[in-house]
């Protein structure tokens, strides 16, 4: 392959990336938006499905706070905090039963010692300075196509840089899938055991938990096809 079908080749890939990226935004977002105008009929906010939730599994030192922004639900261990949103804190819909309950699954996780949490708290100080690197190695990229401020060997090398710490978050959202897909399998548990919902309703928490969870499955493989995107022009330069 010549440099310039290689490029082309990194360049559709990448643009693949971006365009999954935008569809799992808006595919989740729409099953948000629909879900959090259905009222539940149990009434129930998600306050107090994440508090009934801890509690029948024994967990009692778990807080849990308003936050500030939409969809800013998440799970702190270090100071044992779940954070809720505030359509998910004191909303009734069906979005927001679901996303508590999912939130209070990873709190569930932490108590019960999920052994891939701690496969991830290994890789998480790796990822993120992988993260912090890769803006570094993106800048003298642009530099180095657009300035010339970079040498040939400097541009592999930059690539190759770029290749490695995009794996190493490939590897961390590799772990993090399991966690994120167990802890919706206990939200899904937990209601449907529970007959929280009716069962139209529990069609819909699954709907927002999977959509959730695919999130997560589209940005590893973004990371991936990126991966092969920096490969092939990585090849193409080093056979120059």
Known sequence: MDLQSSQMLSMLLLLTTFVLQIFVHFWFKNAVNKYS???ARNGRTGYSMAIE?????????????????????????????????????????IMAQAVACHEVGHAVQWHKGYEAISIRNLILPIANFASKVLWFLFILLFLGIFLNFVSFSGMITII?????????????????????????????????????LTQEEFQG???????????????????????????????ALARR
Do not use: W
Not at 172 to 177: A, E, P, S, Y
């Open 160 to 196: 190759m840089g770029i290749v490695i710490a995009l794996g190493c978050i490939a590897i961390f959202q590799l772990v993090t899938l399991p966690i994120e897909f167990d802890a919706s399998k206990r939200a899904k548990e937990y209601l449907k055991q529970n007959n929280f």
């Open 37 to 39: 105008k259905m009222t």
């Open 53 to 93: 939730m801890l509690q029948k599994h024994g967990i009692y030192d778990v807080q849990i706070i308003q936050g500030t922004n939409f969809l800013s639900d998440c799970y702190n261990p270090k100071n044992k905090t779940i954070t809720l949103s505030p359509d998910v804190y004191h909303g009734n819909s």
């Open 205 to 235: 928490a699954k709907i927002v938990l999977n959509r959730a969870a695919m999130t997560y499955v589209i940005a590893f493989i973004s990371t991936i096809l990126t991966i092969a995107a920096y490969i092939i022009r990585f090849t």
